[in-house]
């Protein structure tokens, strides 16, 4: 197999010669000894879930009235590093609501994610969970929130939400059509 064996580069399968004459090939690419379910062409781009695993590919060589043979390819490692998702910020940006981040897809396995929200850039203390209430002082407030993804020996991953303004709560009427009258 060549490639490098990282997330988001494409490994090819080098099955060598086969023969004697036509023989028909076959490609099933493995995680950790077990099959990656819809991998199975001469190429095999890994994902984040293939951080610190074990990547394989089984050629199958078939040719009518023979016994078909597989061959195994030597497993390389894949290096676990984070790979970051992508936050939003959920929920009514007005006072007394509550906002809530998503994070995102996060990988490999094991990554541990850590919260800081930020009201116009300042980091807000003791704001460091999945949620933020907003108060009657956040009115024209711009609300972020950073996620942090660590892993065990690798560099931590930072990734900061699309900001928020907090409205003050009151409704507008719809555009076209009249606002409240006096009569």
Do not use: C, H
Request: overall charge positive; aromatic content about 6%; proline content about 9%.
């Amino acid at each position: 197999m060549t490639g490098t064996p990282a997330a988001g580069q494409t490994l090819t399968a080098t099955p060598g010669t086969w023969g004697p004459g036509a023989v028909a090939l076959t490609y099933q690419w493995t995680r950790n000894g077990t099959a990656i379910p819809g991998a199975t062409r001469a190429t095999y781009t890994a994902v984040a879930a293939d951080g610190g695993a074990q990547l394989a590919v089984a050629v199958t060589g078939t040719r009518d009235r023979y016994a078909p043979v597989t061959v195994r390819s030597a497993a390389v490692a894949v290096p676990a590093t984070v790979v970051a998702g992508t936050p939003t910020i959920q929920g009514l940006a007005q006072p007394g609501s509550t906002l809530t981040v998503k994070p995102g897809t996060w990988g490999p396995a094991g990554v541990t994610l850590t919260y800081q929200w930020y009201r116009n850039g300042v980091a807000v203390r003791s704001a460091t969970g999945t949620t933020l209430a907003l108060t009657t002082k956040d009115p024209g407030v711009g609300i972020t929130v950073a996620v942090t993804g660590s892993l065990p020996g690798k560099a931590p991953v930072t990734v900061e939400s699309r900001r928020v303004i907090v409205s003050d709560g009151s409704v507008l009427p719809y555009p076209g059509r009249p606002g409240p009258s006096l009569t």
